[in-house]
């Protein structure tokens, strides 16, 4: 007995370099901004991260997501020892479906995805958190992620900045890029802005960098076990964060969860905020954080940008037959 199977068509694949063409940073953010407020109105689903263990090499992420048509599936790697392979650090590919078949319609690199939507959710945390009169940036960690930060920052009208990396060339490429400037990591804290971008492994921000009116965005802590920033320091701003259940078990906030310091009732949901349906940073004074644990709504809004692109033929793919 013979049984007949309808082939998929040709699915577009976008590499690296396409998608970063496909979605420029100011498309990134609006894109993002949008997907939280529609994850918020409950439009958007996204089940929970599953994180898949390598010892002691790192971990797999699986990253589900659905909205305005589109399923999205991410399969994203850390491996922070891959850098000394001379390979990067994260790694991944996503399948993106049409939500209405579970036909897949495209493939797009993980990396761009993720480098963009990191950049992007900083750059809408900072407009809706930091001081009206926030300007200059400190990106701690100028690696991809860091860089796009950076880049995210002045397509929202921020900068100058200072640029720190343990890895001075790469400071001094993404300072030299931007027309920004390289400094210490106290010169970087000192700004309007700070961005930590770091792999999350030892404390950038304590209790004794904080200063009156500064907007903290912490991008790096991604994962248990996690943090760029002090319990105290954390204990001590105004909080925020993409989403509770995700950073309260793996992000910024979990340590200060964990010794009883930070309790549900004390941080507010970014897209809560954006709605309107909670404040912002209560005072000029005031010192605010989110945590950005990176959330699959955000990578679906940007890989539906870069969907549509292709569709309106402003990048080419190439394609593959499953």
Sequence with gaps: MSVSCAVVPELPVLDHDTVLQAVPPATAIECVRQGLLRFHAGEWAMPAKVYLQSPPFGDFRAMPARGDGLALLKWITSFPGNPQRGLPTVNGVICL?????GQPVMLLDARSVTALRTGAVAAVAASALARSD????????CGLHGAWTARCMVAAGYGLGVCHDPQADAAAALAGELDWRTGTP??????DVVCCVTPGNSVVVDIGS????????????????????????????VLFCD???????GGELTGAIEAGLVARSDVTELGAVLAGD?????????VTLFDSTGLAIQDLAVAAAAFAAWEDNRVQAQTVRL
């Design 97 to 101: 479906s049409d939500a209405e078949t």
């Design 134 to 141: 926030a300007r200059t940036v400190g990106i701690v960690g």
């Design 186 to 191: 106290a010169e970087a804290l000192a700004c």
């Design 210 to 237: 904080l200063h009156a009116g500064l907007h903290l965005n912490m991008l790096g802590a991604d994962g248990p076990g996690k943090a760029e920033a002090s319990i105290g320091a954390v204990a001590s701003c």
């Design 243 to 249: 989403e509770w259940e995700q950073a309260s078990h």
């Design 278 to 286: 909670a404040p912002g940073r209560p005072g000029a004074e005031s």
